[in-house]
């Protein structure tokens, strides 16, 4: 019998995965399916990721908003836009990010 | 004379004396209380759980819970006759809590349905974030590496006495995610629930020991070593993020259409985990909903999930070998976890350029953050500009759907 119909017939049947041999082949089958699985991730990730950039470019920037002229002076867009992100987090939308100063 | 023997009876101390083993019991969950409000081990859970215990343990009290035999009967004593009833088809909610008490009303209607943990991956996915992930999606592999100690122990529990169905439930603690060891022994051996969740609790409590343990045996000085950031420099990642929230959005539907097709069984799991993560990243349309899953909810949750399962570790139901095997057995899952994750780190890095910190592997558990701030305290000790946080957050989180997955592969053969 091969791999294939004992992994099915196995399958059909619950009983069938008893003992060492039953036990060594869900491992087989589970270690496989979890690669698998996170491999489609990875792989969907990324097809997602050039989907996304081709047909929905625009990055909502919430940090101009928030952040003063002069706080993108002192620290990078991207910093700024964390932390105008983690204040209106933290404030529940109330709070707002007037300047970043380097210290 | 007589009062005074009405008041002894009245009391427990009589049936402490006669059965010590309920102070065995009393003081376990008076160490698991410590554990958590001094220790501060998962106090959210181990505190509700050992509190649990407690009122499980008392007797008279009538809150442990019952457990239903094979058949789905459970026996009690109903006006001095001892009564044995179907419990899934002959008794209603109301009757359950009237003749068993509230806490089986809560152990039937919440746990035993299958109820709380999905609710409570609901809440984990409004926590967490994929972003990390999706920066570094390769290091999301791991996360499958680290699954390894679930099989591993299958295969040796199934020759250690337990039955594949005891042995799967058993198994998945070394997924490290109490709601999936949890939802996975209700489905494949309930009688194990209180004891497995315990022990798979306890451990993820005690991740800060045990991967510096592990990763103290099995990696070098100069594997720890591994600057993930200089490793970025000579070999950058040219994935431009044009519209992270888009993609943020866009990730838990389509994951959650992937697995519901491949793994029907863990979608459960992966789809509330989803459903929780799509509402918070949907923003400020769906806020209302991302708060009371995150808080409402979610505490709610904890709170039954943590009491129930406390009182399932009865006198009966844990001090047996059985129980001893599982705790063992669960620390044995739950090492072999974070050696494969190294592993698979180990070999990627004979193969590949750009080199991994093994300490990435060691985080394709489902504890999250707490694996992942553990992995970059170690990392921090061997080159205090190593920063690994954020690549570990990518295998960390990974590890969470690789855990469900997992549980949807055991449930779905075994269950």
Known sequence: ?103 | MDILENIYGMTAIGKLIADPSYIVMIALGFVLLYLGIKKQFEPLLLVPIAFGVLLANFPGGGLGVIAADGEGCVEYLKNGVMVRQNIYEDMTIPEIAHDLGIMNMLYYALIKSGLLPPIIFMGVGALTDFGPMLRNLKLAIFGAGAQFGIFAVLIVASQCGFDMKEAGSLAIIGGADGPTAIFTTLKLAPHMLGPIAIAAYSYMALVPVIIPLVVKLTCSKEELSINMKEQDKLYPNKTEFKNMQALKILFPIVVTTIVAIIVPDAVSLIGMLMFGNLIKEIGNSTSRLFQTASNGIMNTATIFLGLCVGATMTVDAFLNLKTIGIVAGGFCAFGLSIFGGICLAKVYNLFAKKKINPLIGATGLSAVPMASRVANDIALKYDPKNHVLNYCMSSNVAGVIGSAVAAGILISFLG
């Open chain 1, 1 to 103: 019998m091969n791999s294939l119909s004992i992994l099915a017939s196995a399958a059909a049947n619950s009983e069938g995965f008893e003992g060492l041999s039953g036990a060594l082949l869900l491992m087989a089958i589970g270690m496989f399916t979890v690669f698998i699985v996170l491999l489609l991730v990875i792989y969907v990730g990324k097809c997602l990721i050039l989907f996304v950039n081709k047909f929905v470019p625009e990055e909502v920037k919430e940090a101009p908003k928030t952040a003063s002229f002069a706080s993108v002076q002192a620290v990078d867009a991207v910093t700024a836009d964390i932390i105008a992100k983690a204040v209106n987090t933290l404030t529940g939308g109330k709070g707002k990010v007037e300047s970043i100063k380097k210290i």
